[in-house]
């Protein structure tokens, strides 16, 4: 990717860059749900509503192994992953629609569809976030053991040797996302400066105390409205040295807004439009500082305002790029498989036109490298 201008001076600082399309390629039959790196950075892993996670060398998505997801026991249909993350070098935790939690050994070949390690099963309905733990000080791998899971209404910590711990009280609302924080302000006998933060169905923000999980500790209405505010899809921390100091997180809403939360005050300080109708699915932040959003159609690249404007973050100052969403190409050097992944008939219907921001967000700044057509 070309991420300079002519100058040289990176696109993070100036505004101004191209960001190129290293390799494509149709993964999966039905959508991809999901993606995440291994630790060392050299694989890209992917999952799929056709019950696979496939594994691809970063630079050239040259596929390199398969597992093939066990199937739901009472009906043998396939169980489609709903959330993967690379725990350690050797083991990946992968979650799915019917609520269960399994961990493969990335070792083995799994294509033959052979058991996960372990599995289990720590919220009655599908797992909506998945969030690791930080290792003890003790840790001799230096790898996170434990995680924290949403789903339904209720949250849910699981360690890798000993199963589920605890599971919290019905919270009466949708627990959608988390994140863990830590360097907050730690209170004698009441907080050691690390919570969890959990997005609910109904604009609030919910901030549980590491180790204290029946009930959360404090709330923050992030958006409010009639009968609730809008669901909070997803949510990251900023990284240090962007925004106005302190501990914040963004926070991607239902609406297609991102919202930005100051810990401490506990309040909302700015926000900004990914899209006018679709929810932002996901958010995050580049080496560079950059924010990254998803939702719809789009992926935005944003940068940080500097200078005297009021907004925190404008879209960066480039050409849009466009991804083709009929590829007729299969999985990268992976012919021997024939995985058949052309589109069925019924995804193909055409989609009812949506309101479009057309290139600029609500502040007036002009989106840049807006993705589009990722059907």
Same mark, same amino acid.
């Given at each position: 990717?070309?991420?300079?201008?002519?100058?040289?001076?990176?696109?993070?600082?100036?505004?101004?860059?191209?960001?190129?399309?290293?390799?494509?390629t149709?993964?999966?039959?039905?959508?991809?749900r999901?993606?995440?790196?291994?630790?060392?950075?050299?694989?890209?892993?992917?999952?799929?509503?056709?019950?696979?996670?496939?594994a691809?060398?970063?630079?050239?998505?040259?596929?390199?192994?398969?597992?093939?997801?066990?199937?739901?026991?009472?009906?043998?249909?396939?169980?489609?992953?709903?959330?993967?993350?690379?725990?350690?070098?050797?083991?990946?935790?992968?979650?799915?629609?019917?609520?269960?939690?399994?961990?493969?050994?990335?070792?083995?070949n799994?294509?033959?569809?052979?058991?996960?390690?372990?599995?289990?099963?720590?919220?009655?309905?599908?797992?909506?976030?998945?969030t690791?733990?930080?290792?003890?000080?003790?840790?001799?791998?230096?790898?996170?053991?434990?995680?924290?899971?949403?789903?339904?209404?209720?949250?849910?910590?699981?360690?890798?040797?000993?199963?589920?711990?605890?599971?919290?009280?019905?919270?009466?609302?949708?627990?959608?996302?988390?994140?863990?924080?830590?360097?907050?302000?730690?209170?004698?006998?009441?907080?050691?400066?690390?919570?969890?933060?959990?997005?609910? =169905?109904? *604009?609030?923000?919910?901030?549980?105390e590491?180790? $204290?999980?029946? &009930? @959360? +500790? %404090? !709330?923050?209405? #992030?958006?409010?409205g009639?009968?609730?505010?809008?669901?909070?899809?997803?949510?990251?921390?900023?990284?240090e040295?962007i925004?106005?100091?302190?501990?914040?997180?963004?926070?991607?809403?239902?609406?297609?807004?991102?919202?930005?939360?100051?810990?401490?005050?506990?309040?909302?300080?700015?926000?900004?439009?990914?899209?006018?109708?679709?929810?932002?699915?996901?958010?995050?932040?580049?080496?560079?500082?950059?924010?990254?959003? =998803?939702? *719809?159609?789009?992926?935005?690249?944003?940068?940080? $305002?500097?200078? &005297? @404007? +009021? %907004? !925190?973050?404008? #879209?960066?100052?480039?050409?849009?790029?466009s991804?083709?969403?009929?590829?007729?190409?299969?999985?990268?050097?992976?012919e021997?498989?024939?995985?058949?992944?052309?589109?069925?008939?019924?995804?193909?219907?055409?989609?009812?036109?949506?309101?479009?921001?057309?290139?600029?967000?609500?502040n007036?700044?002009?989106?840049?490298?807006?993705?589009k057509?990722?059907?």
């Amino acid at each position: 990717a070309n991420d300079s201008s002519e100058d040289g001076t990176p696109a993070s600082e100036n505004g101004f860059g191209q960001i190129e399309t290293s390799w494509r390629t149709r993964r999966h039959k039905g959508s991809c749900r999901c993606v995440d790196f291994s630790v060392d950075g050299e694989a890209l892993y992917s999952a799929g509503t056709d019950g696979l996670v496939k594994a691809a060398a970063t630079t050239t998505g040259q596929v390199s192994s398969k597992i093939a997801i066990v199937r739901d026991r009472p009906t043998s249909a396939i169980d489609a992953p709903c959330l993967l993350r690379a725990l350690t070098p050797r083991t990946l935790l992968v979650a799915t629609d019917s609520s269960a939690l399994h961990l493969y050994d990335l070792r083995e070949n799994h294509i033959s569809g052979s058991k996960p390690q372990q599995t289990h099963h720590p919220n009655d309905d599908y797992v909506s976030s998945l969030t690791p733990l930080p290792p003890s000080d003790t840790s001799t791998s230096g790898f996170s053991k434990q995680w924290v899971t949403t789903g339904g209404s209720t949250l849910a910590v699981t360690d890798l040797r000993r199963g589920v711990l605890v599971r919290s009280e019905d919270q009466e609302e949708e627990l959608l996302s988390s994140v863990y924080v830590s360097g907050l302000s730690a209170k004698p006998g009441r907080s050691k400066g690390e919570k969890v933060l959990v997005g609910g =169905g109904a *604009g609030v923000l919910t901030l549980w105390e590491r180790g $204290v999980w029946d &009930d @959360q +500790d %404090e !709330r923050i209405i #992030v958006d409010r409205g009639t009968g609730g505010g809008e669901s909070l899809d997803t949510i990251t921390t900023l990284p240090e040295g962007i925004g106005p100091g302190g501990k914040m997180v963004a926070v991607g809403l239902g609406d297609g807004r991102i919202k930005f939360v100051k810990l401490g005050p506990n309040k909302v300080v700015g926000e900004v439009r990914h899209d006018e109708v679709e929810s932002v699915v996901c958010v995050g932040f580049d080496v560079g500082g950059r924010m990254i959003s =998803g939702g *719809g159609q789009v992926v935005k690249v944003w940068h940080e $305002v500097t200078g &005297d @404007q +009021d %907004e !925190r973050y404008g #879209v960066i100052n480039g050409a849009k790029h466009s991804i083709a969403s009929d590829s007729d190409q299969g999985d990268v050097g992976e012919e021997e498989y024939s995985d058949g992944s052309e589109e069925q008939p019924e995804d193909r219907r055409r989609k009812k036109r949506r309101k479009r921001n057309k290139g600029k967000d609500q502040n007036g700044h002009p989106n840049v490298l807006s993705f589009k057509g990722m059907d």
